[in-house]
């Protein structure tokens, strides 16, 4: 048998096997209005979304937010995130806009809207455990429309599964590492018989 030795640091991620993903359509924001102000419901997941300086009067694909010299938050998201995407859409008159998205206060991406409706797309976000979203309507005075935000969980890489359980495992451990050995059982298709 072959002796293997091995030291491991653990890095404790809860959100290995996460395969999901969220989604927000704004169907259940507050009654239309045209007015802006800050906005709070319970979005599609049940997660607490909210907007500041914000009307819910706009569509895109059905209803959508508005936002002017705010923001579209939800905080406390589970299951972290691997990618996003949301549409958008520049409303009246301006140009040059741009949104920054925000994972945690960090800035992970931008869009910059059009008259035209486009699907804006962060991908490799890679964020795990719970996490808080925000986009940012930065260019002042313009009016951007936001529907559709999508994210899917983070998925850290699967481990292979090994051919063969090892043996005679002995795990020494420290507190941020593990030290170890274990005895391979060699694959019995790769032995050569020299008989």
């Known amino acids: 048998m072959v002796k293997h030795y091995l030291s491991v640091l653990f890095v ?3 959100s290995f096997s ?4 969220g989604i927000e359509t ?5 009654a239309n209005s045209s007015s802006y102000s800050t906005r709070n419901w319970t979005g599609d997941n049940g997660l607490p979304w909210a907007a500041t300086d914000s009307r819910t009067d706009l569509n895109l694909n059905g209803r959508a937010i508005g936002v002017r010299n705010g923001s ?6 589970p299951n972290g995130i691997g990618n996003l995407s949301f549409k958008n859409q ?8 741009v949104l920054q998205v925000y994972v945690n206060n960090i800035l992970i991406g931008t869009a910059s809207p059009t008259i035209t409706v486009a699907t ?9 455990g719970t996490f808080n979203l925000e986009i940012r309507q930065v260019t002042s005075g313009l009016r951007i429309a936001i529907d559709d935000v999508s994210w899917t969980s983070f998925n850290a890489t699967p481990c292979d599964e090994p051919a063969a359980q090892p043996t005679n ?3 020494t451990p ?3 590492t593990v030290s170890g050995s274990f005895d391979v059982i060699p694959d019995p298709t790769t032995v050569q018989n020299y008989l």
């Open 12 to 14: 404790f991620f809860i």
């Open 18 to 21: 996460s395969f999901g993903q």
């Open 26 to 30: 704004f169907t259940s924001i507050p």
């Open 72 to 77: 579209v938050t939800c905080s406390n998201v």
């Open 90 to 97: 520049q409303n009246f008159t301006g140009s040059n806009p």
């Open 120 to 128: 804006a797309t962060i991908n490799n976000i890679n964020v795990s």
């Open 169 to 171: 495992l002995l795990l």
């Open 174 to 176: 420290t507190p941020t």
